[in-house]
């Protein structure tokens, strides 16, 4: 049954990259919120080698194309504080305007993907995993706690969604954080390997919509 959720979730993402390609082709490609185009493409890969595992069968290759996950994740998911501090920009908060913030931005980014690297990809250590249908090729040990980087990321999300909630009603934003990390902090009510890429796709959808919803209002200003 997990195969089928992975399938679905994967057709969902190349939905959702199409839509962005779309605002980004109308509403520019210079645009610091474009980094979603990235994310998303790592997601469609993602979910697209679990659905594909058991297909590939066990092996050199199957365990190779699931250490490249754990590299994208490392690589693209900490843009996604990038991404928080452009809609923030993009209501025209003053701070976010200044240099030397934009610069703490790059800067925390490129260091959340050092940290990412250096304590979870370098020891990377990998054993094949059966799980309800799904093949894939996961680490040795789990340990069970939540990554920095991770933390950092929602934290970001989290208090930018919050700004563009009250500067721009809409609450969609923090919505899609808000599921995302409860989802994360409480037991599963469902027993499925596909829970977390759920709550991952519920988030990516939230965040699509608030590029999408910003663009718009950002075109209508400058029509008039």
């Not at 976010?96 to 260091?111: C, N, S």
């Not at 054993?127 to 680490?139: A, F, I, K, Q, S």
């Not at 995302?180 to 709550?199: C, H, K, Q, S, W």
Request: aromatic share 14%.
């Amino acid at each position: 049954m997990d195969t089928i959720f992975f399938f679905l979730m994967t057709i969902f993402y190349l939905c959702l990259l199409l839509f962005s390609l779309g605002l980004a082709y109308r509403h520019g490609w210079l645009v610091t919120s474009n980094v979603l185009l990235l994310v998303i493409l790592a997601l469609v890969y993602d979910n697209g080698i679990q659905a594909f595992g058991k297909y590939i069968g066990e092996g050199d290759l199957l365990e190779t194309l699931n250490e490249m996950r754990y590299w994208l994740h490392a690589f693209i998911t900490p843009l996604l504080v990038l991404f928080a501090w452009d809609t923030v920009e993009r209501v025209g908060v003053l701070w976010a305007k200044k240099p030397g913030y934009q610069l703490a931005i790059v800067f925390l980014t490129m260091a959340l993907i050092i940290v990412e690297l250096m304590t979870e990809v370098w020891v990377l250590s990998l054993e094949p995993n059966w799980h309800m249908g799904v093949l894939t090729y996961d680490r040795v040990q789990e340990s069970g706690e939540m990554p920095v980087m991770i933390m950092v990321v929602t934290v970001s999300l989290l208090i930018a969604s919050i700004i563009v909630g009250r500067l721009q009603t809409w609450f969609w934003y923090f919505i899609g954080v808000f599921i995302m990390t409860i989802g994360m902090l409480v037991d599963r009510p469902v027993e499925t390997g596909a829970y977390e890429n759920f709550l991952e796709l519920i988030l990516m959808t939230s965040l699509v919509a608030t590029k999408a919803f910003q663009d718009y209002h950002l075109s209508q200003k400058e029509n008039h």
